[in-house]
């Protein structure tokens, strides 16, 4: 039946939900800070995707014990942890580079950002433009 | 005994230097310290090409474990070939830093330029050297970041907003490869990548495996700045540090094509990604559409930097087209020309760098003229424009020799047109640089500081003059190129 | 000394010569001698080789490989031979006049000047004595960027938009169109080495043979076939010396010397004739020298009226080879010489009157004859030799072109060639003419004393325009260098 699919793949839909709603802020919204909070939404969607799959029906956690037979895949959560670092390493350098665009240009908007770059650029051609005359 | 460790060598060594170059304070003894690190791992390379190509396969078991189960280094004449391109560039271009980057950061942080430096060859050279997928997952995260940091670093307050937008996307990118290894993952229960290839047509289903395909080269497509996913490089390329550029556009699209030949042929196999998929197809029109974007915008800028900027998204688009043709003349074009154009654009990169550090600016408006205060300088940049463009004695011609030859094998006529038409297209942005240079008056503000480096002059025409020399000799390059596509399309070589 | 050696060292040579040229071009002394010892010696170097060449035998040497099969090769047979014994002798001669030239109008960059020119003749010598078709295209690429910083010489804008369309058009047609056929030639046989008889016929369709055939010859821009001829007039600003020896002789001759080359080995000349697939080439070539004539006539700037002549008459080569029969193909390769000889000396009278007068207009010539009665008496052998009157060279070129015709039995070539010699005479002779016999006593004639060009200059020029007499006299040399080709 379609609703038991749904059910017993809710962790498919929810990391798809997840990635959806991370992606779309990372294109849709011009502040930094909320495209960098999209982008951990969108990877953390991939862990759930990951650490859901190592789930076995009926097993147990993957520590070694008598009475169990059947364990759950610890490998996924192994790669996950190495991954969740990653993630933690590439929020960190963003943050850093939002801090010092915000000390250089004032803004952590998008749109102002363009407009202050590209200004400076026209700044810099006009510059040049009138030195030559 | 160090001898039988020397492919993990080659990652651990950059990845323990890069701290001990936080504790060295000085900024000439981090530079040194760099410099012995990459000329170490060039040699280390050179050996492992040579063992490689006398005795097949490297195959070491990080900590002892045997595969699929442990992670599995795995050098065949592919990744060799590529290793000894990346570590022959850092060791040439890491001198250049010297003077380079003590004109662009200040001196006290040095120290932390070179550790991140060294980071982000830790992570190039473990991409190339791994044969486990989630290996390549993270070191292609390392070296992102350290790319993006590096960026950042450039004097203009622009690269810090580049190097954030290069960050946002290339996170995209390595996030839909993480989901493209989950799904294979899902299906088959190995992360190795030899074991891969022959569980993958085993799989119950094959819809994850399709839309892992799919998402794994997306997120190679980003990497490589393939059109229409190259707005990041553009800037990147512009506002990094000199020596960053000359780095990265000699690296990192390279090692972006070597993930692509790597899963396409070695791990989903060339029937599977050519016959159920069309790839050939979405490819070709791609990279086409690269080289003749590319190189029609680049004869629209003003910045030398950005110019030759979408002349690397043109040329990337070389690359793929003779991957799309998944033949082993196609292949082996793309190989050599992997090899050629990391010598001729790193050679082009670091002359505009010396042109930068003597005046300043890398804007051709106020280079008018540079050519008679420059004049070995600029026709170094000419000499790398030559072979962009192909000329015959370039390395570049050697190149396009092995891609129209390619097409023409494949009855694909308007292919090899378009691929000669690339080469006008490139003739009009080498000829504007050359008017611009040589033809044009000086600017009344003439900022141009005599001061030969030979610290910068060496590296540029130590590439420079290999452009040329592996244009007329290619029994060196050609050998091991057409060794690789042989292997990849899955010939006996 | 073996003679590979001997090709060997023809090319080294002027590389050797530039080098030096380039490091101690400081010291004007050497600046001069260097550029004269290097061509003389190349020229004793090729003079060694074409006897070689005309006792039978075939100097070759093959170098490392470019790719799997396809090597870098050198194989002089008599055609190369001709062109390189060409190229070389008149580079003496314009070294000579060359330093006359930069001296006597106080030219910049003469280091500059001279290395290139010295790296333009060793991509010269390259092309006659290649073997296979990489190592040809290999010398005819760099031939184009060596002689581009001598077009632009003067570095004027003018000299800018020049060299602009002069490296367009010849990169675009070699790179898109010549580079393409060698690419296809390649990979459908298998091999680039020179043939006689050819190389396709076997391997590719007739229909593939009549394609290839038009991207070869288009493809050499080199030929100034119409309509890729732009670049000639457009190097006209290069100074006079550079129009001379490159724009009159090497590039341009470069440009034939690869089709006829094509014609014979590429494709072999029965192969072409049975499909009649070159049949285009006699009409395309008909028109560039009717057209470029008339162009001609309405140049009112010397030396754009000279490149206009030359782009036809180059075409008169192009149609001897097509016609594919032993007295147009002697016709023909003899007009290389010839031609080489008496434009080489107009161009030499054209920078004559430049220099002392300024002048470069024909509208300004009037009466010059009485001031430079030298030059102008060779700028008149040059004429007549180009029309093609005896007793002057190209008398033999045009009466053996003629004899091709006949042997045709094509009535329309011999009447284009018969127009084509009254056309050349309508734009050569009225300059001749009104330099000895001014209309009217204009006041820029008033000087009626002679005031000639340097001496340098002048002995240049007596040297072509003794040439001139000499290949009509004696021009058994050349039949014998050429027989050979002509019998096969």
């Given at each position: 039946m379609p609703a038991m699919e749904v059910i017993t793949h809710v962790n498919y839909w929810a990391a798809i939900i997840l990635a959806s709603t991370g992606l779309y802020a990372v294109i849709a919204r011009t502040n930094l800070i909320k495209k960098l909070i999209g982008l951990s939404l969108f990877q953390t969607s991939v862990f759930l995707l990951f650490i859901t799959v190592g789930k076995v029906s009926n097993a147990t956690a993957p520590i070694l014990s008598d009475l169990h037979q059947v364990y759950s895949n610890p490998l996924p959560h192994v790669l996950i942890l190495t991954a969740i670092v990653v993630s933690v390493s590439t929020l960190a350098v963003g943050l850093a580079l939002t801090i010092v665009i915000k000390k250089e240009f004032?803004?952590?908007?998008e749109d102002e950002l363009e407009a202050l770059q590209d200004s400076q650029t026209k700044e810099a051609k006009l510059a040049l433009e009138s030195d030559r005359e | 005994m160090i001898t039988n460790h020397l492919s993990i060598l080659l990652v651990v060594l950059p990845l323990l230097a890069a701290p001990v170059c936080v504790l060295l304070k000085h900024h000439t003894i981090a530079w040194a310290f760099s410099t012995l690190i990459s000329w170490s791992l060039f040699a280390i390379s050179i050996l492992l090409l040579i063992h490689v190509l006398e005795f097949g396969s490297i195959s070491y078991h990080l900590g002892g474990w045997a595969p699929p189960f442990g992670i599995e280094y795995r050098l065949d004449t592919l990744n060799a070939f590529l290793l000894l391109i990346v570590t022959a560039i850092t060791a040439i271009i890491t001198p250049y830093a010297l003077k380079s980057v003590a004109a662009e950061i200040s001196a006290k942080r040095h120290n932390l330029f070179y550790a991140v430096y060294l980071l982000s060859i830790t992570g190039f050279l473990g991409i190339i050297s791994t044969g486990d997928v989630f290996n390549i997952y993270v070191f292609m995260e390392i070296s992102s970041l350290a790319s993006y940091v590096l960026i950042s670093l450039g004097s203009s307050r622009d690269a810090t907003v580049s190097a954030f937008r290069y960050l946002i996307i290339g996170t995209i990118g390595a996030t839909f490869l993480l989901i493209g290894i989950g799904l294979l993952y899902m299906m088959t229960g190995t992360l190795n990548i030899t074991d891969l290839s022959e569980r993958i047509l085993l799989s119950p289903d094959m819809r994850p495996i399709f839309a892992a395909f799919a998402f794994i080269t997306v997120g190679i497509f980003i990497k490589l700045a393939l059109f229409p996913l190259h707005i990041w490089l553009p800037n990147a390329y512009t506002y990094a540090p000199s020596i960053i550029s000359a780095y990265l556009a000699a690296i990192a699209t390279k090692v972006a094509a070597y993930l692509l030949l790597r899963f396409v042929f070695?791990?989903?196999g060339k029937d599977f990604a050519f016959n159920e998929i069309p790839l050939m197809e979405i490819l070709l029109s791609l990279s086409l559409l690269a080289i003749i974007i590319g190189s029609s915008v680049a004869a629209f800028q003003n910045d030398l930097k950005r110019l030759f900027a979408y002349s690397s998204i043109g040329q990337i688009g070389y690359l793929c087209v003779g991957i799309s043709f998944a033949s082993v003349t196609g292949l082996t074009g793309a190989i050599v020309h992997m090899f050629n154009h990391a010598v001729m654009k790193g050679g082009i990169f670091l002359a505009i760098g010396y042109l930068v550090y003597s005046t300043g600016s890398s804007d051709l408006r106020t280079l008018n003229g540079i050519g008679r205060k420059m004049p070995y300088t600029t026709a170094a940049l000419v000499i790398g424009g030559l072979g962009l463009i192909g000329i015959p004695g370039t390395s570049g011609f050697v190149s396009k020799w092995y891609l129209v030859q390619a097409a023409l094998e494949a009855d694909l006529w308007p292919v090899a047109i378009i691929i000669l038409l690339g080469s006008l297209l490139a003739l009009i942005y080498v000829g504007r640089v050359i008017e611009a240079a040589y033809f044009q008056p000086v600017p009344e503000e003439d900022l141009f500081q005599p001061n030969a480096q030979w610290q910068m002059i060496v590296p540029i025409w130590l590439l420079i003059s290999a452009s040329i020399y592996f244009g007329i000799h290619t029994d060196i390059t050609i050998p091991i190129a057409e060794n690789a596509a042989q292997l990849l399309v899955g010939l006996e070589p | 000394m073996n003679t590979s050696s001997l090709i060997l060292a023809s090319l080294a040579l002027p590389i050797a010569g530039a080098i030096i040229l380039y490091a101690l071009g400081r010291f004007p002394t050497l600046r001069n001698s260097i550029p004269l010892i290097t061509s003389c010696s190349l020229f004793a170097l090729v003079s060694i080789l074409t006897i070689e060449v005309m006792d039978g035998n075939v100097p070759e040497i093959s170098l490392f490989n470019f790719a799997p099969g396809l090597p870098f090769a050198f194989k002089i047979e008599p055609l190369g031979a001709l062109f390189a014994l060409l190229s070389s002798f008149l580079w003496i001669v314009t070294t000579v006049y060359s330093i006359g030239y930069l001296s006597a109008n106080h030219e910049k960059n003469r280091v500059r000047y001279h290395t290139f020119f010295c790296l333009s003749l060793t991509s010269s010598i390259g092309i006659a004595f290649a073997g296979n078709m990489l190592t040809l295209f290999f010398f005819y690429e760099v031939l184009t960027l060596c002689t581009y910083p001598l077009v632009t010489h003067s570095g004027t804008d003018a000299a800018r938009r020049g060299g602009r369309r002069y490296l367009i058009v010849l990169l675009s047609t070699s790179i898109a169109l010549l580079l393409l056929a060698i690419l296809w030639t390649w990979v459908a046989t298998g091999t680039l080495t020179f043939k006689n008889g050819g190389i396709l016929s076997e391997h590719v369709s007739s229909s593939a043979i009549a394609i290839l055939f038009v991207l070869y010859i288009f493809g050499i821009?080199?030929?100034?076939?119409i309509p890729f001829h732009g670049w000639l007039p457009a190097a006209m600003v290069a100074p006079a010396p550079v129009s001379a020896l490159l724009h009159a002789v090497a590039v341009v001759k470069a440009g034939v010397f690869t089709v006829v080359k094509v014609i014979i080995y590429i494709f072999g000349l029965d192969v072409l004739r049975d499909q009649a697939?070159?049949?285009?080439l006699l009409y395309v070539a008909g028109a560039t020298i009717l057209i470029a004539s008339l162009l001609a006539l309405r140049q009112m700037d010397l030396k754009r009226r000279l490149a206009y002549s030359t782009v036809s008459q180059l075409s008169y080569i192009i149609i001897g080879a097509t016609m594919a029969n032993s007295y147009a193909l002697m016709g023909s390769t003899l007009h290389i010489a010839m031609h080489g000889f008496a434009k080489i000396t107009l161009f030499f009278c054209a920078g004559a009157i430049f220099t002392v007068t300024k002048k470069t207009r024909?509208?300004?010539?009037?009466?010059i004859g009485k001031q430079m009665p030298f030059t102008m008496g060779a700028f008149a052998v040059g004429s007549f030799a180009l029309i093609g009157l005896p007793p002057f060279a190209g008398a033999w070129s045009k009466y053996y072109l003629v004899l091709g015709t006949l042997q045709e039995n094509s009535y329309p070539l011999l009447a284009l060639l018969l127009v084509s010699s009254l056309l050349n005479a309508f734009y050569f002779l009225p300059i001749v003419v009104r330099a000895f016999f001014p209309l009217k006593d204009k006041n820029g004639t008033s000087a009626n004393k002679i005031s000639e060009a340097p001496i340098l200059m002048l002995v240049a020029i007596m040297i072509t325009t003794l040439g001139c007499f000499v290949l009509f006299a004696y021009p058994d040399f050349l039949f014998n260098l050429l027989y050979p080709l002509i019998e096969n």
């Open positions: 004032g803004s952590v908007e | 070695t791990l989903f | 821009g080199k030929a100034a076939l697939s070159s049949d285009w024909i509208d300004e010539l009037d009466g």
